[in-house]
């Protein structure tokens, strides 16, 4: 870093942070949140679930190791930005195949380094999530503001990271079929299915449940995804559709969907949950899993009352709903990544109950 810093971040509420540019060039208005992973960053920029926002990361160090082919959760980054305290460009890693930088300049991901990130991930934490834009040193705060209040919020972001035609993934030996509502969803997912012995059949988000049910899978699938769960009511009619007729897995915003899909509700957390490190208790078990987390929605609790629906899981920091199920309709849901598995005790494990809940017994009349 080297001169003057030559970009800014202006929030709605008129705080200002100044840094330096990477990645592409161009002003962008998003929500601004923070993770606390320590590593993964290539997971982040490549998760469909941040369409729309600018990610701060915590962790000080970030692009030391590089971009890996196959460590990307989707073929098209939609991030909208990057904020970190220190980007390196001369990553050491034997796998790394390019720098960070270059890779977000190629999909036009924003990225801006030198910043305080933890005078700004406090903001965050104390005053929540907000709008943000990030635009040259040079712009006039009162500009910025306009700019920020002028700027409609757009709800139309899983349309965008969805697939636009069906395509199909095969596992080895493949013994079940899983349609897959693609609402924004990661790569590993289909790995995890697949390496279960699934042949997944990924659908766009706004399918209907007559179109996934002429698959005739042996289960349904829905993916996480970004922004507001009442963005998507198509997809929650599919799901309300499809209860009791086949199996259902939901992660993430599937999981808010399915909450839907039962008459529950949702709500916007104050900063969201996202980072490697979240306590969660297994009710039915006791035992504590710690999970990767990325989303800003939870399912209201209170709301669950007179739903087919029951907690399993919650979340050991704020108390929050991080898995329910509706056993008599063969449908359960977690809110973090299962396919991520984070600690030692990793719940990978839920694709294998999905799995088992197939073996049970596919479609019914």
Known sequence: MNGAPDRKIILEDGQEYRG???????DRVLEIVFNTSMVGYQEIVSDPSYTDQAVVMTYPLIGNYGMAADDYET???TVGALIVREYNDEPSNFRSEETLGAVMSRFGIAGVCGVDTRRLARSIRDF??????????????????????????????????????????????????????DCGMKRNIVRSLAQRGCRVTVVPWNTSAEEI??????????????????DVPETVETVRALLGR???FGVCLGHQILALAC??????????????????RDLRTGKTEMTSQNHSYAVDAESLAGTRLSVTHVNLLDGTVEGMECAGDRAFSVQFHPESAPGPQDSAHLFDRFVSMMEGGGARA
């Open 75 to 77: 073929e098209t980054p």
């Open 20 to 26: 330096y540019s990477f990645g592409a060039p161009g």
């Open 246 to 248: 086949f199996p259902i």
């Open 213 to 230: 049910a002429a698959l005739s899978p042996d289960g349904v699938f829905v993916s996480n995804g970004p922004g507001d769960p009442t």
């Open 128 to 181: 929540g999530s907000r709008r943000a834009l990030l635009t040259g040193i040079d712009t006039p705060l009162e500009d910025g503001l306009r700019r920020l209040k002028d700027c409609p919020v757009p709800h139309d972001a899983v349309s965008r990271v969805s697939c636009r035609e069906p395509w199909a993934a095969c596992g080895d030996a493949a013994h079940h079929h899983v349609a897959a509502i």
């Open 263 to 280: 008459g529950a509700r949702t709500y916007k957390l104050k900063f969201g949950h996202r980072g490697g490190n979240h306590p969660v």
